[in-house]
């Protein structure tokens, strides 16, 4: 069968076990193909129930809602590293931003350790930024090195801080290798594989990631973080909330953290987003993560076929790993006009990827609705977008969201 032909496509949706989820998502416009789930997921019914169910509970119990609302970031982080993480109960939180966990952790570990802080050139932005801001506070070194194979030599690194998955090329480290193969803490940013990939963070210090990608559970919802058992009673978080304080509700004098997980709480949560990562979890956990992540195995080998097929000779070049194994749930493609095509590509062919400077158009699927028919599509529509030189006529002006 020719690879290009539509019918192949089709015959792997018609035996694909995932299929039935994809009624269980919110579809405003069925023409429009959406390979940005590595950015913001879709919306679910469930999450849109939950959040619903959430308000009324507002509405009817007022104040009295919180004797249930108060152990959401625990318990729906004991449901999350189940789950998705391969962590054990009393682990995980639901809490805050992927921004304030990395600042919360970073500074505990550093109370632990002495020596300097390493990351990678490469690292997502806001990591890479929190890290500076906490190097200079705590007068430390930040060393920003070019591989991870150069961060796991850095003889004095008290904290390395990787991501999982990078946000750029997709491309996938073994964490428990990397983790071995340091004598520093390592924190990981799971943001771009929690819900999408397995992960096993029995072998990890430290971890943190969003929810809004391959969760599903909207822009804006809570983050989570990861500390080890074994760490907990060693490590006090720089945030002292009253959230994290033993005897809460006696207002004491002093701090005096609780002495597991919940010492990394600050201020008040965010019950609805909560209830909505509660529901997007509970969708990633009936699908099963070994099969999603083999459908996202799946949807990514077709697409990086497609590319071989119809994409080579029009100065697109793959920036993202051939093998499976090597890489996340979404697939980068480097162009020179990427940001005129990926916005040619929302405005004038109803597919929305995203694009990250310099020259990446990134396509991310989502095994619980990408259907391997829109893989197929969305590669035939950029073909033609791009044959057809209509991405020059699309306005090369940067916007503030790419």
Same mark, same amino acid.
């Given at each position: 069968?020719?690879?290009?032909?539509?019918?192949?496509?089709?015959?792997?949706?018609?035996?694909?076990?995932?299929?039935?989820?994809?009624?269980?998502?919110?579809?405003?416009?069925?023409?429009?193909?959406?390979?940005? #789930?590595?950015?913001? $997921?879709?919306?679910?019914?469930?999450?849109?129930?939950?959040?619903?169910?959430?308000?009324? =509970?507002?509405?009817?119990?007022?104040? #009295?809602?919180?004797?249930?609302?108060?152990?959401?970031?625990?318990?729906?982080?004991?449901?999350?590293?189940?789950?998705?993480?391969?962590?054990? =109960?009393?682990?995980?939180?639901?809490?805050?931003?992927?921004?304030?966990?990395?600042?919360?952790?970073?500074?505990?570990?550093?109370?632990?350790?002495g020596g300097a802080i390493v990351t990678d050139a490469g690292n997502f932005p806001t990591d890479r930024y929190?890290?500076?801001?906490?190097?200079?506070?705590?007068?430390?070194?930040?060393?920003?090195?070019?591989?991870?194979?150069?961060?796991?030599?850095?003889?004095?690194?008290?904290?390395?801080?990787?991501?999982?998955?990078?946000?750029?090329?997709?491309?996938?480290?073994?964490?428990? =290798?990397?983790?071995?193969?340091?004598?520093?803490?390592?924190?990981?940013?799971?943001?771009?594989?929690?819900?999408?990939?397995?992960?096993?963070?029995?072998?990890?210090?430290?971890?943190? $990631?969003?929810?809004?990608?391959?969760?599903?559970? $909207?822009? $804006?919802?809570?983050?989570?973080?990861?500390?080890?058992?074994?760490?907990?009673?060693?490590?006090?978080?720089?945030?002292?909330?009253?959230?994290?304080?033993?005897?809460?509700?006696?207002?004491g004098p002093r701090y005096d953290p609780v002495s597991g997980i919940e010492r990394f709480l600050a201020g008040?949560?965010?019950?609805?987003?909560?209830?909505?990562?509660?529901? #997007?979890?509970?969708?990633?956990?009936?699908?099963?993560?070994?099969?999603?992540?083999?459908?996202?195995?799946?949807?990514?080998?077709?697409?990086?076929?497609?590319?071989?097929?119809?994409?080579?000779?029009?100065?697109?070049?793959?920036?993202?790993?051939?093998?499976?194994?090597?890489?996340?749930?979404?697939?980068?493609?480097?162009?020179?006009?990427?940001?005129?095509?990926?916005?040619?590509?929302?405005?004038?062919?109803?597919?929305?990827?995203?694009?990250?400077?310099?020259?990446?158009?990134?396509? #991310?699927?989502?095994?619980?609705?990408?259907?391997?028919?829109?893989?197929?599509?969305?590669?035939?529509?950029?073909?033609?977008?791009v044959v057809s030189g209509v991405h020059h006529d699309v306005s090369a002006e940067p916007r503030r969201v790419?």
């Amino acid at each position: 069968m020719d690879l290009t032909d539509r019918a192949r496509a089709d015959a792997l949706d018609a035996k694909d076990p995932l299929a039935g989820f994809r009624d269980r998502f919110v579809f405003a416009d069925d023409d429009t193909i959406y390979l940005d #789930g590595n950015s913001l $997921g879709r919306l679910p019914r469930p999450v849109a129930e939950g959040i619903a169910g959430g308000v009324e =509970s507002w509405a009817a119990r007022m104040v #009295g809602g919180w004797h249930e609302w108060i152990e959401l970031p625990a318990a729906v982080g004991d449901r999350l590293a189940v789950a998705c993480l391969g962590a054990r =109960s009393g682990e995980v939180l639901v809490c805050d931003s992927t921004t304030v966990n990395i600042f919360k952790l970073a500074h505990a570990a550093l109370d632990l350790r002495g020596g300097a802080i390493v990351t990678d050139a490469g690292n997502f932005p806001t990591d890479r930024y929190v890290l500076d801001g906490v190097a200079r506070q705590r007068n430390r070194r930040l060393v920003v090195v070019g591989s991870v194979e150069e961060a796991v030599e850095v003889r004095d690194a008290a904290l390395v801080c990787l991501s999982h998955v990078d946000y750029r090329s997709g491309s996938l480290l073994d964490l428990a =290798s990397v983790t071995r193969a340091t004598d520093a803490l390592v924190l990981w940013d799971l943001s771009h594989s929690v819900g999408a990939l397995p992960i096993d963070l029995s072998a990890a210090d430290l971890a943190v $990631g969003c929810t809004y990608k391959y969760l599903n559970a $909207g822009p $804006g919802a809570p983050a989570f973080l990861y500390v080890r058992r074994e760490l907990q009673a060693d490590f006090r978080s720089p945030i002292q909330g009253w959230f994290g304080q033993r005897a809460q509700f006696a207002m004491g004098p002093r701090y005096d953290p609780v002495s597991g997980i919940e010492r990394f709480l600050a201020g008040t949560p965010s019950v609805l987003g909560t209830l909505a990562v509660d529901a #997007g979890l509970q969708l990633v956990a009936e699908a099963g993560i070994q099969r999603i992540a083999a459908k996202n195995a799946a949807l990514t080998d077709l697409l990086i076929e497609l590319f071989d097929a119809l994409l080579t000779d029009l100065d697109f070049e793959l920036g993202t790993p051939r093998e499976s194994s090597q890489r996340g749930a979404h697939v980068s493609l480097r162009h020179p006009e990427a940001w005129r095509i990926a916005r040619a590509l929302i405005e004038r062919a109803k597919v929305v990827p995203d694009h990250r400077p310099p020259d990446l158009v990134r396509f #991310g699927v989502s095994a619980l609705y990408v259907r391997f028919v829109e893989v197929w599509e969305a590669m035939r529509r950029l073909q033609e977008l791009v044959v057809s030189g209509v991405h020059h006529d699309v306005s090369a002006e940067p916007r503030r969201v790419t």
